[in-house]
């Protein structure tokens, strides 16, 4: 562990490549180092090239703490400078929108962090912009990194969506690691910590569920009531009914207990008849399963995939014969672990998920074939499912941008 962790944050340096993306990032986001600056160090098609923030002098110390050799003025200089051919946004919320559709309008590749923009009247329109559909157009991935990760995958390929009879997912950051002041708790940057960590939480819902939510049934939530921090949440439980009849349960807080918890996701499936031909005449065997994925959103770190067999055999009466119970675990932190169709992905052991995400996003603009990708429509359901809770919390959608 120890030695995957030291590779996760000091990678191989490549040389680059003669045709590498140069990237131009928006804003000196703490969140970059993360999820771009050290993943491009180990891929030999990427270079971060410029960087812009809304203080010059604040991006200046910031491009010289992370080797960036250029600072531009404003973001529209990034969009303008005809060497810059993808951006990266992590600007806060409310301005994922605005920004992304500009740099899209001007021939950007653009890698937009999640949650990709405040509401799902935005998403329709960003991810419908005509250029999208443009041969040889620019390239748009929300950046679900978790779901790039071979723990995710695997985990996701052991569930069968038919099956899925209730999921649970649960995040946190604990209290100190938040402040009041952040840009979380801002609801004018479209802050609230659904849009902030229980995005992860409800994605997986979707994905394990394959299928939107018909409804919000309930949504708890705890929330400021003054200035600009009103009608932001900072810990909520939602329930969602899905088209299948099965229940999800998500739910995250940004002020949790002083020590660090992974963030986690249950699925429980329903009752299946198991082919069992040792069985004597008239019984049948029965089995539900319970698999949960510790370690959902940095699996890099530490994950464990359990898998629960909760078997009976049964009389056609009823009477329960013989009840027993069998757990394995399984972890994932290569392609190869992960096996079967996976096997033969590139990757290594120190690769995080923000690493396996930028291959897949340099293939998608190279226009290689990508294993994995979060795709338009997925994006704009995932918004519509921020909304639905929004909406029955009573605090309302978040607002969104004037931008045209």
Excluded at 55 to 73: L, M, N, T
Aim: hydrophobic share 35%.
């Amino acid at each position: 562990m120890i030695g995957r962790l030291w590779g996760c944050f000091n990678p191989p340096t490549p040389p680059k490549s003669s045709d590498a993306i140069r990237f131009g990032v928006l804003g000196a986001a703490s969140i970059a180092p993360y999820s771009l600056f050290i993943p491009a160090k180990s891929h030999p098609e990427v270079i971060i090239q410029a960087i812009s923030a809304r203080d010059r002098s604040k991006a200046e110390a910031y491009a010289k703490s992370h080797g960036i050799p250029e600072v531009k003025d404003t973001y529209q200089d990034i969009l303008n400078d005809p060497n810059i051919d993808a951006v990266f946004i992590p600007l806060p919320n409310s301005l994922h929108f605005e920004w992304a559709v500009r740099a899209i309008r001007a021939g950007k590749h653009v890698l937009l962090e999640k949650p990709s923009v405040s509401s799902s009247a935005e998403a329709e329109i960003l991810f419908n912009l005509p250029e999208l559909d443009q041969p040889n157009g620019p390239v748009l991935l929300e950046a679900f990194h978790n779901r790039f990760y071979p723990a995710w995958a695997l985990f996701n390929s052991l569930v069968d969506p038919a099956d899925v009879e209730h999921v649970e997912s649960r995040s946190m950051l604990p209290w100190w690691s938040t402040s009041k002041d952040a840009i979380y708790f801002n609801y004018n940057l479209a802050g609230g910590t659904i849009l902030a960590m229980g995005t992860y939480n409800f994605a997986a819902l979707r994905m394990l569920f394959g299928q939107s939510p018909d409804e919000c049934t309930s949504c708890d939530v705890k929330s400021y009531t003054e200035g600009i921090h009103d009608k932001c949440d900072y810990d909520f439980k939602a329930t969602f009914r899905f088209p299948n009849g099965g229940t999800g349960v998500a739910s995250s807080t940004l002020v949790g207990e002083t020590v660090m918890k992974p963030s986690w996701v249950t699925v429980k499936t329903r009752e299946a008849v198991i082919p069992n031909d040792d069985l004597p005449a008239g019984q049948q065997q029965y089995q539900k399963r319970e698999l949960t994925l510790q370690g959902l959103i940095h699996g890099a770190f530490w994950h464990r995939i359990d898998i629960k067999e909760i078997n009976e055999i049964r009389t056609k009466h009823g009477q329960v014969v013989k009840q027993w119970e069998k757990t394995t675990s399984r972890k994932a932190y290569t392609w190869k672990e992960a096996g079967g169709e996976f096997s033969h992905l590139p990757g290594e052991a120190h690769w995080m998920s923000f690493r396996h995400q930028l291959e897949q996003f340099v293939n998608k603009v190279k226009g290689r074939k990508t294993q994995h990708w979060v795709e338009r429509e997925d994006s704009i359901a995932q918004m519509k499912m921020i909304d639905m809770a929004y909406e029955k919390s009573g605090l309302g959608p978040r607002p969104t941008s004037s931008f045209k």
